[in-house]
């Protein structure tokens, strides 16, 4: 069976377990995302974020001097990237930022070559952060988030001995934060492919696109996503629902940007688990992206830059371009 026919192939039992998942995903979301004190990463004392796999660039928070032969890679100097701190992991509505070379004021970002870093420092005294509260401190080059670690607050030098420094970056509100860290160069691989692209959200609106009918059922998509790791594990998510014909159809409203389902497969067709690539015959700017000896679509972009998917096959291909969220932080798997 082809790529195409079992794209179509669609089974209104997994309709409805999408459609049920669709509706309980928000409120998982809001509840996760609703206390800040649950930690966003695991981190350790050296170094609070580590080598990006995938070959990708490698970000590294130094919280403590570090001798530079214990890095393997080479130090990126050319870079200009920028520092955010922001009150939720997804980093919408940053509290600060984006602070970027040059900078003035209470927050700063430049360059040491001798120890071949950029050293990101904020006095927080007068600051918008609140006590006993985590926050997402976010690096990244133009579009591209690079990684992040997460600052714990406290009031008091004595709690600050309570905050677990595996995990939290620990901060006396009124102090000045000073936090080195090393970006590394990364391989040819193309650096900019990992994010979270999905549809426009008038793709298919006001009732959706037709993905697929039944002598009992229509099955209308509107919304779409897909996600790719810096290791290239893709992950997929399709909203739609099921329309009998008789009674009215119940239209679920299109997610915010970064908060809808990804279940790992849609429930049509083979699961994508990875990609493979190679540029363009037609365009030596984008990419085509192969699943299973098949050109599953393409990719078109710049390093830092607005990017978009333009996927072949239903269900993906009926919603047009997938757009990159620009600011989206994929997870590092």
């Known amino acids: ?30 509840s996760c995302a609703d206390s800040p004190t649950i930690p966003l990463a695991r981190v350790s004392r050296e170094i609070t974020s580590g080598t990006v796999p995938g070959g990708q660039r490698s970000l590294f928070f130094l919280t403590r001097p570090m001798d530079r032969g214990k890095f393997t890679g080479t130090f990126d100097g050319t870079l200009n990237p920028q520092v955010l701190v922001c009150s939720e ?12 070379l040059g900078s003035a004021g209470t927050a700063t970002l430049r360059l040491d070559k001798v120890r ?15 006590p006993n509260a985590v926050y997402r401190l976010v690096v990244r080059v133009g579009d591209y988030q690079l990684g992040w670690v997460d600052l714990a607050t406290a009031t008091k030098q004595r709690d600050l001995h309570r905050i677990n420094t595996r995990e939290f970056v620990p901060l006396k509100l009124g102090s000045t934060l000073t936090l080195p860290f090393r970006i590394e160069q990364g391989a040819p691989f193309p650096p900019d492919l990992p994010g979270r692209y999905e549809s426009a959200p008038d793709a298919c609106a006001p009732l959706g696109c037709l993905l697929h009918m039944d002598p009992n059922f229509s099955y209308f998509g509107i919304w779409a996503a897909v996600q790719i790791t810096q290791t290239d594990s893709v992950q997929e998510g399709v909203l739609f629902y099921a329309d009998d014909r008789i009674n009215p159809p119940v239209v679920p409203p299109i997610p915010a940007p970064g908060t809808g389902p990804l279940n790992g497969s849609v429930p049509v067709g083979p699961d994508l688990t990875m ?19 098949i050109v599953w679509g393409g990719w078109c972009g710049t390093f830092g830059g607005p990017a978009y998917l333009s996927p072949n096959y239903a269900p993906f ?5 997938l757009y990159r969220l620009p600011n989206y932080l994929p997870p590092l798997q």
Do not use: H
């Open 275 to 293: 990609f493979s690539w190679r540029y363009s015959d037609d365009n030596p700017g984008c990419i085509d992206l192969w699943s299973e000896g």
């Open 116 to 130: 071949q870093s950029y050293v990101f420092r904020w006095q927080t005294k007068g600051g918008p952060l609140a």
């Open 89 to 100: 992991p997804r980093c919408v509505t940053p509290v600060l930022g984006p602070i970027g």
């Open 1 to 30: 069976m082809s790529m195409i026919m079992k794209a179509i192939s669609w089974r209104a039992t997994r309709a409805a377990i999408t459609i049920a998942a669709a509706i309980a995903w928000p409120a998982l979301l809001a």
């Open 317 to 321: 291909g009926l919603f047009g371009l």
